[in-house]
């Protein structure tokens, strides 16, 4: 069984372009990026130890 490389963040908004269901999560690299408008985000695990999402 494979997993998918990629999550789409579903009913999430972009910042820049304003457009809905267009994030997506690539947790090995540890960016977001919007399909839209190319703006990409790193993401940063929690301070705690736990999962950051």
């Given at each position: 069984m494979t997993t998918p490389l990629l999550h789409l963040l579903d009913?999430?908004?972009c910042e820049i372009c304003r457009c809905r269901d267009v994030l997506w999560l690539d947790p090995v690299?540890?960016?977001?990026?919007?399909?839209?408008?190319?703006?990409?985000?790193i993401t940063?695990?929690?301070?705690?130890?736990?999962?950051?999402?």
């Open positions: 009913g999430l908004r690299r540890g960016l977001v990026e919007c399909h839209e408008c190319g703006q990409t985000a940063l695990p929690a301070e705690d130890g736990g999962d950051a999402l």
